[in-house]
């Protein structure tokens, strides 16, 4: 959410796809009260666009999951492909869409995760953190070596810290995978965050000069950068 606000501050038009299937929460955190979500797509009961809500405060466009919906974590072929290809036209409206993915290497996140051109894995110090990015990196590269993968060290207590977290999962990258996936950004952790979640507002908007906040604009100029 606030990496998609900090892009749209630049001037970009900014689309948010909430492809957390099953644990979908991006509407929840925003306030959102979605008359259709991509249930209602998947159901085949209107379009992907149609889907698309405007989120005024953001400056973003989003498109909803449907929490608690577990049977579509697992979703068929057919489905998956029909909803990259209609997340793909979709696009090009946007100078930048981002898709915000679960954790983990299950069918949904493998193919979505293929329809980008680049995958940022988010990791905390956390051992099973560094080891589910690891995996995911693992599978993305065996799957396509020419993937753009880059990483994002989350929730750490300073830059060292993060710069730490990336060094050990760099190590297994370079030691198992021969690759070297970049470092993106760190982001600090900040008491500011879980408050602005139960406010269900944007870090950016209630505490837009908060560590993680500004963390957070330094790694969407740096997107916005590349893509320029």
């Keep these: 959410i606030n990496l998609a606000q900090a892009i749209a501050k630049m001037g970009k038009q900014v689309l948010l796809f909430d492809g957390d299937l099953g644990l979908a929460n991006l509407d929840i955190q925003l306030g959102l009260m979605a008359k259709n979500d991509l249930g209602s797509v998947l159901a085949g009961r209107v379009t992907l666009n149609q889907a698309v809500m405007s989120y005024p405060p953001g400056g973003f466009d989003i498109i909803a999951g449907r929490s608690g919906s577990g049977s579509f974590s697992n979703l068929g072929i057919s489905q998956l492909s029909n909803l990259s290809t209609e997340l793909s036209t ?70 060292k810290s993060g710069e730490r977290t990336y060094g050990t999962l760099l190590k297994a990258c370079q030691g198992f995978l021969k690759i070297t996936p970049p470092l993106l950004g760190i982001i600090r952790q900040d008491p500011k965050v879980p408050d602005s979640i139960r406010a269900q507002a944007t870090l950016l908007t209630r505490h837009p000069n908060s560590n993680a906040a500004q963390d957070i604009e330094t790694i969407a100029k740096v997107i916005s950068t590349a893509h320029n």
Excluded: C, F, M, W
């Excluded at 990791?123 to 753009?148: F, Q, V």
């Design 90 to 159: 979709l696009s090009q409206k946007y100078d930048t869409v981002i898709i915000d993915l679960g954790a983990g290497v299950d069918n949904t996140v493998r193919r979505l995760v293929h329809t980008a051109n680049k995958v940022i894995v988010i990791i905390t110090d956390e051992p099973t953190s560094l080891t589910d990015g690891y995996a995911l990196i693992k599978l993305t590269h065996s799957e396509n070596s020419k993937a753009n993968i880059q990483v994002v060290t989350n929730i750490v207590s300073s830059t």
